[in-house]
């Protein structure tokens, strides 16, 4: 970014933590925030609140209302210029008369594609794009993954001790980390579209899959169980929970027939799917299953053996490890099973590492190369 822009980071800043307050509510559509000001002043601000409800730039410029006459709008996203659920915002940008566009990053959606950001230009507005560009790419690269491709972006996560165990010999877990930790992570269910475990998490710790915030109503994403022989008890949480909890189990043609039906009758929906050579449940055909149901994020909560399959086949995008200060010992339950790696080569690498320090706990985030 030009240092002649520097004046305009801190709005494209306020822009994008206004943006945050859609996480859990817009997706599939992206995070917006928008800041509106004139002569230094804020006259008008807001960020996209619903799936299907007017964007951030619409709700920016009814607070600014005529302030908005001669004022330069911050958006994080290019404004669009296609009708989907809502008229295009292109258009209301030009109604309201504002002098200057500052957007933090071009729209990925091929439906918009540097469109309404020519349009803006060609009426005469001055347009600038790049201001905070990495921050804006990294609040939606859910959307950016999804809308490019239609395939979910998948984050790995798990708390796990010092020493990368998740449990102890006999399988207890609860709980290695401290409730900072976990209501960290319980925000991370609230941002996915869903959480996927696998069937040995619903045997072993029969878990509710649902989000618990101390300080407001989380959203409960879709409850994905991958279960290639469906095992699934029908007396698990999962099971008695589906009809007020949208519940997905994914198996394969192994399944008996009797069990689907028993789980459908209990409000649990069931898909077939491919199966690998081994016969368990093909993630990639998974992964398509759920992109083509609109789900953008996916944040796994399986155990070993789903966590290795879906870093083996290259399927996760992102990681995000809970770390306490805790040692269970080679007996205890490793965080990720083998992966077949022989050499230093065939290891998997990750890059952009932060962390964070929780309570005790330190969360550390990564991404897979490519």
């Not at 439906?111 to 804006?136: K, M």
């Not at 998740?166 to 925000?187: K, V």
């Not at 399959?309 to 007996?331: N, Y």
Request: charge should be neutral; charged fraction near 20%.
């Amino acid at each position: 970014m030009p240092d002649d822009h520097a004046v305009d980071v801190p709005y494209m800043q306020q822009a994008l933590q206004l943006a945050q307050g859609g996480v859990g509510f817009v997706s599939p559509n992206p995070l917006v925030g928008c800041v509106i000001v004139r002569d230094g002043v804020v006259v008008g601000q807001g960020y996209h609140q619903q799936f299907g409800g007017p964007h951030a730039e619409v709700h920016a410029l009814q607070e600014a209302g005529t302030e908005a006459h001669g004022a330069v709008l911050y958006v994080t996203l290019e404004p669009c210029s296609h009708t989907g659920k809502t008229p295009p915002c292109a258009d209301a940008v030009l109604r309201s008369g504002v002098r200057r566009v500052v957007a933090a990053m071009r729209d990925p959606n091929p439906l918009v594609a540097g469109q309404g950001l020519a349009r803006l230009a060609a009426a005469g507005i001055a347009v600038t794009v790049g201001v905070c560009e990495a921050e804006a790419r990294k609040t939606n690269e859910a959307f950016i993954k999804y809308i490019t491709t239609r395939r979910p972006f998948v984050t790995l996560k798990s708390a796990i001790t010092l020493d990368g165990k998740i449990a102890t010999r006999t399988g207890a877990s609860r709980w290695i980390t401290g409730e900072a930790a976990r209501q960290a992570g319980h925000q991370l269910r609230h941002a996915a579209d869903a959480m996927l475990v696998g069937i040995g998490t619903v045997l072993q710790d029969d878990p509710l899959l649902t989000t618990r915030l101390p300080d407001r109503q989380g959203v409960n994403p879709l409850r994905v169980i991958v279960d290639s022989t469906l095992r699934v008890p029908l007396h698990s949480q999962v099971a008695n929970t589906a009809p007020d909890r949208r519940t997905l189990v994914l198996t394969t043609a192994r399944a008996a027939a009797t069990q689907i039906e028993q789980l459908r009758a209990r409000g649990v929906e069931v898909v077939c799917l491919q199966a690998y050579d081994d016969g368990r449940v093909d993630l990639e055909a998974a992964l398509r299953a759920l992109g083509e149901r609109g789900i953008a994020s996916v944040l796994v909560e399986g155990g070993a053996t789903l966590s290795a399959t879906l870093l083996q086949r290259r399927l996760i995008d992102k990681v995000v490890f809970f770390i306490a200060p805790k040692i269970i010992g080679s007996d205890g339950v490793s965080v990720v099973g083998a992966c077949g790696v022989d050499t230093m080569e065939q290891v998997i690498t990750l890059q952009g590492l932060v962390g964070q320090r929780l309570g005790d706990d330190v969360m550390l985030e990564a991404y897979l190369t490519v």
